[in-house]
């Protein structure tokens, strides 16, 4: 049913939660923000009432309406319409109408295989998306975080493209240092008790080291060779949760691998259907109301398929961090 109205939310032209409550007044509705939010996500079922205002709102020819509140009727099952399961908290929901920008890094032009991504956007072939350094995790997480918050404006772009009005948004950072300038400064920015190494030919060593004050430790991807290939058995994965140093209205959050396959894991491990649940539960146990919170963890590779970590197991978890913020 959420999936249906938010159908029809786009075929009205896709308002803003403000307009909807005020096409709601309009007509003689009340619709509150917060209320249609939840409803449109998915998290709380409407009431009849609200339901037949949204049909409303949204431009619903009056002769649909009987198949709604049919397929209403299905739903609530013989409940009273005020009974509503308490909303889980979900790290990937923020709050209304605050804007939500996703950021990558740019592959290098002189890294770029110009045949499938030609640089140049004059040409016919150009795909800009093909140039984006982790496409497979932003993809994913775009699709992931607008689906959850329909009435918040979230966008993605390379850190090449942001503006500076960009940096108010509540910023989702994907990748590590090595293409990710906004990771590596971030990085400082936030002191956090992690490193990322950068991947090039000159670097000995690949992985994320943590600083604490029992001396640093390192946890390193996992390589093997199939008739002269590079494989990838296991990646280490980091994510972070915390406060946006450019507004601290906002949050900033990292999701990093060693390699573009990890990077992807680091994306999935909350919101993955199988494992993401488990995930956030163990987290919220672990981080209760702080802010500023992260793990490193390994993910590994099954039959060359990334799989997303299991923070319930121990023996997938590197290291977490809780700090009060």
Same mark, same amino acid.
């Given at each position: 049913?959420?999936?249906?109205?938010?159908?029809?939310?786009?075929?009205?032209?896709?308002?803003?939660?403000?307009?909807?409550?005020?096409?709601?007044?309009?007509?003689?509705?009340?619709?509150?923000?917060?209320?249609?939010?939840?409803?449109?996500?998915?998290?709380?079922?409407?009431?009849?009432?609200?339901?037949?205002?949204?049909?409303?709102?949204?431009?619903? +020819?009056?002769?649909?309406?009987?198949?709604?509140?049919?397929?209403?009727?299905?739903?609530?099952? !013989?409940? +009273?319409?005020?009974?509503?399961?308490?909303?889980?908290?979900?790290?990937?929901?923020?709050?209304?109408?605050?804007?939500?920008?996703?950021?990558? !890094?740019?592959?290098?032009?002189?890294?770029?295989?110009?045949?499938?991504?030609?640089?140049? +956007?004059?040409?016919?072939?150009?795909?800009?998306?093909? /140039?984006?350094?982790?496409?497979?995790?932003?993809?994913?997480?775009?699709?992931?975080?607008?689906?959850?918050?329909?009435?918040?404006?979230?966008?993605?772009?390379?850190?090449?493209?942001?503006?500076?009005?960009?940096?108010?948004?509540?910023?989702?950072?994907?990748? !590590?240092?090595?293409?990710?300038?906004?990771?590596?400064?971030?990085?400082?920015?936030?002191?956090?008790?992690?490193?990322?190494?950068?991947?090039?030919?000159?670097?000995?060593?690949?992985?994320?080291?943590?600083?604490?004050?029992?001396?640093?430790?390192?946890?390193?991807?996992?390589? =093997?060779?199939?008739?002269? /290939?590079?494989?990838?058995?296991?990646?280490?994965?980091?994510?972070?949760?915390?406060?946006?140093?450019?507004?601290?209205?906002? /949050?900033?959050?990292?999701?990093? =691998?060693?390699?573009?396959?990890?990077?992807?894991?680091?994306?999935?491990?909350?919101?993955?259907?199988?494992?993401?649940?488990?995930?956030?539960?163990?987290?919220?146990?672990?981080?209760?109301?702080?802010?500023?919170?992260?793990?490193?963890?390994?993910?590994?590779?099954?039959?060359?398929?990334?799989?997303?970590?299991?923070? /319930?197991?121990?023996?997938?978890?590197?290291?977490?961090?809780?700090?009060?913020?």
């Amino acid at each position: 049913m959420a999936e249906l109205l938010r159908q029809c939310r786009v075929r009205a032209g896709n308002p803003s939660l403000r307009e909807i409550e005020r096409l709601g007044e309009k007509r003689g509705h009340v619709l509150p923000r917060s209320t249609v939010n939840g409803v449109l996500a998915g998290r709380r079922g409407p009431r009849r009432d609200l339901l037949l205002a949204l049909l409303d709102a949204f431009g619903v +020819p009056g002769e649909d309406r009987a198949a709604w509140t049919n397929a209403w009727e299905r739903a609530v099952g !013989g409940q +009273p319409p005020e009974v509503v399961d308490e909303e889980t908290p979900d790290i990937w929901r923020f709050p209304p109408d605050e804007p939500v920008m996703i950021t990558c !890094g740019r592959i290098p032009e002189s890294e770029v295989v110009s045949k499938f991504a030609p640089s140049d +956007p004059r040409d016919p072939d150009h795909v800009d998306l093909l /140039t984006y350094a982790d496409p497979d995790a932003l993809i994913h997480l775009f699709g992931h975080i607008r689906a959850l918050n329909p009435g918040n404006d979230v966008r993605f772009a390379t850190t090449n493209e942001l503006q500076e009005a960009d940096y108010a948004s509540h910023l989702v950072v994907i990748g !590590g240092s090595d293409f990710n300038v906004l990771t590596r400064d971030m990085f400082a920015a936030l002191h956090l008790p992690v490193k990322l190494s950068f991947r090039s030919q000159e670097t000995d060593w690949l992985g994320v080291e943590v600083v604490n004050g029992d001396g640093p430790q390192r946890f390193s991807p996992v390589l =093997g060779d199939e008739y002269g /290939t590079r494989v990838l058995h296991e990646d280490v994965i980091l994510f972070f949760r915390g406060v946006n140093p450019l507004d601290r209205r906002r /949050t900033i959050t990292i999701c990093a =691998g060693g390699y573009a396959r990890g990077t992807l894991a680091a994306a999935r491990c909350l919101t993955d259907p199988v494992r993401g649940p488990a995930n956030q539960a163990y987290l919220r146990s672990r981080v209760g109301a702080n802010q500023h919170f992260g793990f490193v963890a390994r993910a590994l590779v099954i039959d060359r398929v990334m799989a997303a970590p299991d923070l /319930t197991n121990p023996d997938h978890r590197l290291y977490e961090w809780v700090r009060p913020e």
